[in-house]
């Protein structure tokens, strides 16, 4: 499905993603598929309707992935959604911000 937005990574939250990924792999290769998809199904709702997501600090919004304790930090810039990081709930969200 296409949308107007484009996403674009940091590359710490090219890392988290694949640590958290090989995290779940280490469990369960299920699992780490569950997790992806997750992830992947949470992209594609940001890019609907990325305002729909309140500012929480700075610039930055906060999506959930369903059934997994991940947050994905994200701004807006124009017509491009900029992930931050994809931090577990335990991690200081000031953190993502602050790299």
Do not use: C
């Amino acid at each position: 499905m296409s949308y107007s937005y484009k996403l674009r990574y940091f590359p710490d939250a090219k890392k988290g993603f694949k640590e958290a990924r090989n995290w779940y792999g280490k469990i369960s290769i299920n699992l780490m598929s569950r997790f992806s998809e997750a992830v992947n199904k949470a992209f594609d709702e940001i890019k609907k309707t990325p305002k729909a997501y309140s500012i929480r600090y700075s610039n930055i919004r906060i999506a959930h992935p369903e059934s997994f304790p991940y947050n994905i930090h994200f701004y807006i810039d124009e017509e491009t959604i900029v992930i931050v990081a994809i931090l577990h709930h335990k991690r200081n969200q000031r953190s993502a911000a602050d790299d």
